[in-house]
Antibody, heavy 117, light 106 residues
Framework: QVQLMESGPGLVQPSETLSLTCTVS????????VHWVRQPPGKGLEWMGV???????DYNSALKSRLSISRDTSKNQVFLKMNSLQSEDTTTYYC???????????WGQGVMVTVSS | DIQMTQSPASLSASLGETVTIECRAS??????LAWYQQKPGKSPQLLIY???SLHTGVPSRFSGSGSGTQYSLKINSLQSEDVASYFC????????FGSGTKLEIK
């Protein structure tokens, strides 16, 4: 069955780099797109970026200068790296899947990241 | 960028009631709209895609409608398990999400 699971540190120091991993199962990264979406506590959803099935990426213009998404298809993993973290980056990070129609049909359970010294 | 205006921001309704949540796009999104339910502490779950198609396993009391720039999610016979936040998402362009509606039971 289709599953996505985020993993990464729960606590990151201000100005440091966040590294998250989305490990997927039940589908191929070369057939589906994997997005990163974040959500501050009690607030709405913010799309961050996408690893397209073909291997290219797109980013939210507001985050583009700090964000990098990559993948390892042999390990069924998609990676997020975001630098220069600040307190406003304290949020839950989700990875989610889309197919050829770009609605999110499966989501990971999310990983909460706190930026604090 | 396409802007999504979702209303209301919060909603309180009685069990058994019918509720409607709306999303308005700043331009035509050609039925490229999905609705999600997010229960507290959980990840969002797909309810409706292509404006009016019910996702597998979603109860039939949920329905979507609309076209062009105006879309709505209707929940018939409100149940206690429907307490959640609801988000619309357009997939004609990015960024995609509406601001959300928090639904509570009166």
């Amino acid at each position: 069955q289709v599953q996505l699971m985020e993993s990464g540190p729960g606590l990151v120091q201000p100005s440091e780099t966040l590294s998250l991993t989305c490990t997927v199962s039940g589908f191929s990264l070369t057939s589906y797109n994997v997005h990163w979406v974040r959500q501050p506590p009690g607030k709405g959803l913010e799309w961050m970026g996408v690893m397209w099935s073909g291997g290219s990426t797109d980013y939210n213009s507001a985050l583009k200068s700090r964000l990098s998404i990559s993948r390892d298809t042999s390990k069924n993993q998609v990676f997020l790296k975001m630098n220069s973290l600040q307190s406003e980056d304290t949020t839950t990070y989700y990875c989610a899947r889309t197919g050829s129609s770009y609605y999110f049909d499966y989501w990971g359970q999310g990983v909460m990241v706190t930026v604090s010294s | 960028d396409i802007q999504m205006t979702q209303s209301p921001a919060s909603l309180s309704a009685s069990l058994g009631e019918t509720v409607t949540i709306e999303c308005r796009a700043s331009e035509d999104i050609y039925n490229g709209l999905a609705w999600y339910q997010q229960k507290p502490g959980k990840s969002p779950q797909l309810l409706i895609y292509n404006a009016n198609s019910l996702h597998t396993g979603v109860p039939s009391r949920f329905s979507g409608s609309g076209s062009g720039t105006q879309y709505s999610l209707k929940i018939n016979s409100l149940q206690s398990e429907d307490v959640a936040s609801y988000f619309c998402q357009q997939y004609y362009d990015y960024p995609p999400f509406g601001s959300g509606t928090k639904l509570e039971i009166k």
